[in-house]
C-alpha cells in the first residue's frame, strides 16, 4: 500500500471514529507499527490530525478532512451527482457554485456539456453560462473555458477546501444576483437544514442562497441526517435536493413533506 493509501485510510478511520490507534491501523492496514507511527506524525504535523500516546485523534468535536483527501470518497455517487445537477442548469444562467469535492463534479459536468463548451456554442461568440464561486479549485478548471464566464469573488482561502470567505467574498456576494445555487454541504438534516464544519464558508454559502431564485443542495447520502458546526441555511430556502440511491425512503418522504424535491441518481 502506497504512502497516499495509507493516509486515506488513516485520515478515513480518524474522521469515522474520532480516533486512530496505531496497533489496530497497523493490523488493519497490514503494514508495521512503526510505518503507522510515522505517518501519524507527519500528519500531524501537517494539522490534519493530533498525536496521542498510542494513536491520534480528531482536531475537536467537528473533524474536517482537507479537500485532497476527500476526493476519493463516494467517487462514483459524487460524479454521478454532478452529472444530474448539469442538468438543472440551462443554458444563459448565472450559476453559483459553493466548493466541495460535490460541487466540484457539479462544475467538471457542466464544463463538459455540449451546448456549454460545443462547437455552436463557441460560434456564438457570447457567454453560455455565467459561473460565480468562491472556490480557487473550481474556478482554475472552469477559467479555461472561454464559453464560461468564470467570476470568483474575493476573500481568504482556507487550505482545507480551497473557499475564499471573509468579508472579501461577502462584499462581492451582496452585488450579484444568481439564477440557481448549488451548495456543496458537509451535513444535511430535516429539521434543521444544510451544515458546513467552518462558519466563514457557511456564511458565504448563505448568501449564495439568499441571492438565487433556485437553491440546488448536492451531496451523497452520507451526509443525510447529520449536522455539522456551521449552519448554512433552513430547508425553507432548499428547493431541490440531489443525492445518491442510498437516501433511506423515511428521509426521502420527510424532505418531500419540507417540500424539497428530492432526486436519486
Same mark, same amino acid.
Given at each position: ?15 469515522? *471514529? ?23 506524525? +507527519?500528519?500531524?504535523? #501537517? ?26 470518497? *463516494?467517487?462514483?455517487?459524487? +460524479? ?10 440551462? !443554458? ?33 461568440? #457570447? ?7 468562491? $472556490? ?6 472552469? /477559467?479555461?473555458?472561454? +464559453?464560461?464566464?468564470? !467570476?470568483?469573488?474575493? =476573500?481568504?482561502?482556507?487550505? +482545507? ?7 472579501? /467574498? !461577502?462584499? !462581492? ?35 449564495? $442562497?439568499?441571492?438565487? #431564485? ?10 443525510? =441526517?447529520?449536522?455539522?458546526? $456551521?449552519?448554512?441555511?433552513?430547508? =425553507? ?8 440511491? *442510498?437516501?433511506?425512503?423515511? $428521509? ?6 419540507? =417540500?424539497? #424535491?428530492?432526486?436519486?441518481?
Amino acid at each position: 500500500m502506497s504512502r497516499d493509501a495509507r493516509w486515506d485510510a488513516l485520515l478515513e478511520l480518524v474522521g469515522k *471514529h474520532g480516533r486512530v490507534d496505531v496497533e489496530e491501523a497497523a493490523t488493519a492496514l497490514d503494514v508495521s507499527a512503526a510505518t503507522i507511527r510515522r505517518d501519524l506524525d +507527519q500528519l500531524a504535523e #501537517q494539522h490534519l490530525l493530533t498525536r496521542t500516546r498510542g494513536g491520534a485523534v480528531a482536531h475537536g468535536v467537528s473533524y474536517e478532512l482537507a479537500l485532497r483527501y476527500k476526493t476519493g470518497r *463516494h467517487a462514483p455517487e459524487k +460524479q454521478a451527482i454532478g452529472r444530474a445537477v448539469s442538468g438543472l442548469v440551462a !443554458v444563459g444562467e448565472v450559476v453559483g457554485l459553493t466548493g466541495g469535492t460535490t460541487v466540484t463534479e457539479v462544475a467538471r459536468a457542466l464544463a463538459v456539456r455540449p451546448d456549454i463548451v460545443g462547437e455552436t456554442a463557441v460560434a456564438g461568440g #457570447q457567454p453560455t453560462l455565467t459561473v460565480v464561486t468562491n $472556490a480557487l479549485n473550481i474556478a482554475s478548471e472552469l /477559467a479555461i473555458r472561454p +464559453q464560461i464566464k468564470m !467570476v470568483v469573488t474575493g =476573500g481568504v482561502a482556507r487550505p +482545507q477546501s480551497y473557499e475564499l470567505t471573509g468579508p472579501l /467574498a !461577502v462584499g !462581492v456576494m451582496n452585488e450579484i444576483t444568481l439564477d440557481v445555487a448549488v451548495l456543496g454541504v458537509n451535513a444535511i438534516d430535516i429539521e434543521r437544514g444544510a451544515y458546513v464544519h467552518h462558519e466563514g464558508e457557511a456564511s458565504v454559502n448563505r448568501l449564495l $442562497a439568499e441571492r438565487a #431564485q433556485r437553491v440546488v443542495v448536492a451531496a451523497d447520502s452520507s451526509k443525510i =441526517g447529520k449536522r455539522a458546526f $456551521a449552519r448554512v441555511c433552513d430547508l =425553507g430556502l432548499v428547493d431541490v435536493l440531489v443525492t445518491d440511491t *442510498h437516501i433511506g425512503a423515511e $428521509a426521502r418522504d420527510r424532505f418531500g413533506e419540507a =417540500g424539497v #424535491q428530492v432526486v436519486t441518481v
